[in-house]
């Protein structure tokens, strides 16, 4: 969460080092706890619409499943730096891992949509501190010379997770069922645990009181909430003619409102606002929450359309999807090298528009794409990612006075993870709107329909057979269409959110990456 996440368990004396095969196998333990976390955000994608008909919901209300797991992270995520302080960091950490665990369970066992996603909900709220950390504790258990290994490995987890999830969230749909995306991480839990109390018992985490800004909390949680259930329910609701919808966005806007004012003149806030007067972070932060809602809605709707309109099974849209990590493992250890010789906006530069690019390629995809044409995109767009993160997250580090690091990067975890969600809301209501817009559009001009009808009825099918399968026709290639369509608009909104970097100044020469991100 912070940029020096020794920090981050506030007032902690410090620990004797680890060393040998104790030191790697906590180092092992606690990546594999980051890991599974980051594996829970993406492993869910591939699988919504079979959890949509195993709870007897439209695919659109599945998304749910996604964005109540963003939300309720992007709430936990400020206050994960006054709860290492009260309750001290170890604590945090092993109270978070048990509610993961218990909340997955509950998952699992759910057998309607409103379970599902109250305890969706829980999931992300114990899920979300334990990124932050697991970062302190690595840094406190790893010599200094050693922390930027330490830091390495927990990056790794950060990259490899989004590609194992697709495939092992695709794998466990097809071949066992829904619930085991979500039971598949009580053993890993429990392991995780045992090598946690068994490894890093000794290491101290003092209490230091704080206060917590209570109001500040509640206006967040309200604001927060009533903005995602009016994207969530304003697809099955009509929108603004509903009531329902009128009066949650009312909430939202007031709460908000209420949220900035509160916040800014708050002695100890939840959220440090402060921190947008300076043009580096908030020029960073903007261009990264752009990027980054708009990356992760693609991540969203690609795996539903393969699976709807192409016929792929979760497990084939999970290996297409998992390829936008390879080139992300393989590019990201020289970005920084990258970094000492080059202006790092120019980096972010060139990989959001890179990312840009990758989405405009989607615009030639159609119902005879192959394989390798769904898969090229999300290949070559993990350089771009790899040229995105870590200078975005250097540039904003770096414009924050040292005290504010650990706010500012709460921060922009919590706006990178909001983002997530809303673009999911919107990206899905959009794509949903297109495809029957264009599917409109095609029957209208649909050439030798008749023609067709009598030829698939000389096949064996009756006349109203044949109007079903022309209509489905229809469906698949006006989904096709709009999908291309709405890769266009996100390529325009990456291109914005490369531009918006230039707001930055340009960062100090030869800064170095920020270990803490």
């Known amino acids: 969460m912070a940029s020096k996440p020794a920090t981050a368990g506030g007032g902690e004396s410090a620990d004797k080092p680890m060393t040998g095969a104790k030191l790697i196998l906590a180092g092992f333990v606690l990546a594999m706890a980051n890991f599974i976390v980051v594996l829970d955000t993406t492993i869910a994608n591939v699988s919504v619409p079979h959890i949509a008909g195993g709870l007897a919901v439209a695919t659109s209300s599945g998304t749910w499943v996604i964005t109540s797991y963003a939300v309720a992270e992007a709430i936990c995520v400020p206050l ?20 993961f665990g218990v909340f997955s369970t509950l998952c699992g066992l759910s057998h309607t949509l409103p379970m599902l996603v109250v305890f969706r909900l829980g999931q992300g709220f114990c899920g979300g501190p334990l990124m932050p950390l697991t970062q302190t504790l690595l ?23 989004p590609i194992a999830g697709p495939i092992l969230g695709g794998y466990i749909s097809d071949n066992w069922s829904w619930e085991w995306i979500f039971f598949i991480n009580v ?45 969530d329910l304003g697809r099955d609701d009509d929108w603004f003619s509903s009531p329902i919808i009128v009066a ?9 409102i209420a949220f900035i004012i509160w916040e800014l003149g708050e002695e100890n806030p939840v959220v440090d606002l402060a921190v947008f007067r300076h043009r580096g972070f908030s020029a960073a932060t903007l261009s990264l929450t752009i990027a980054f809602g708009t990356y992760f809605a693609s991540i969203v709707i690609i795996p539903q359309w393969l ?6 099974t979760a497990t084939e849209a999970g290996r297409a999807m998992a390829f936008s990590g390879v080139l992300a493992v393989v590019a990201s250890p020289f ?52 040229l995105m993160i870590v200078p975005l997250t250097t540039i904003s580090m770096s414009a924050v006075l040292p005290r504010e690091t650990a706010s500012a990067a709460g921060i922009a975890s919590f706006g ?21 817009a264009r599917t409109a559009d095609l029957s209208g001009i649909l050439n030798n329909a008749q023609m067709t ?12 057979q044949a109007r079903g399968t022309i209509a489905q026709m229809v469906e698949t290639q006006g989904s096709a269409v709009a999908t291309g369509e709405l890769f266009v608009a996100c390529a325009i909104a990456l291109f914005l959110a490369a531009t918006t970097i230039w707001l930055a100044p340009r960062p100090p020469k030869n800064i170095k990456p920020s270990a803490g991100h």
Do not use: H, N
């Open 80 to 99: 994960t730096g006054w709860l290492s302080k009260r309750f001290g960091t170890l604590r945090v950490f092993m109270f978070s891992l048990v509610g």
């Open 307 to 312: 699976q709807s309109s192409m016929g792929y």
């Open 248 to 256: 949650l966005a009312c909430i939202a806007v007031v709460f908000f």
């Open 139 to 161: 840094v406190r258990i790893f010599p200094k010379e050693m922390q930027p290994k330490a830091m390495a490995l927990w990056a790794m987890t950060v990259v490899t997770a």
């Open 453 to 464: 009808s009598q030829t698939l009825q000389a096949q064996g099918l009756s006349a109203e």
């Open 335 to 386: 970005v920084p090298k990258l970094m000492q010789k080059f202006d790092a906006r120019l980096l972010v530069f060139v990989g959001v528009s890179w990312i840009a690019v990758c989405a405009l390629m989607r615009m030639t995809w159609s119902t005879e794409s192959t394989f390798w044409t769904i898969a090229t995109p999300q290949l070559l767009q993990g350089v771009g990612v790899s």
């Open 187 to 231: 053993p890993i839990v429990v392991l995780i645990f045992i090598g946690v109390f068994a490894l890093l018992r000794g290491v101290k985490t003092p209490i230091e009181k704080q206060p917590i800004d209570k109001i500040g909390l509640a206006l967040l949680i309200v604001w927060v909430g009533s903005f995602q259930m009016m994207l």
């Open 416 to 436: 990178r993870t909001l983002a997530g969600a809303i673009a999911t809301a919107i990206v899905t209501t959009v794509w949903g709107d297109m495809s029957r």
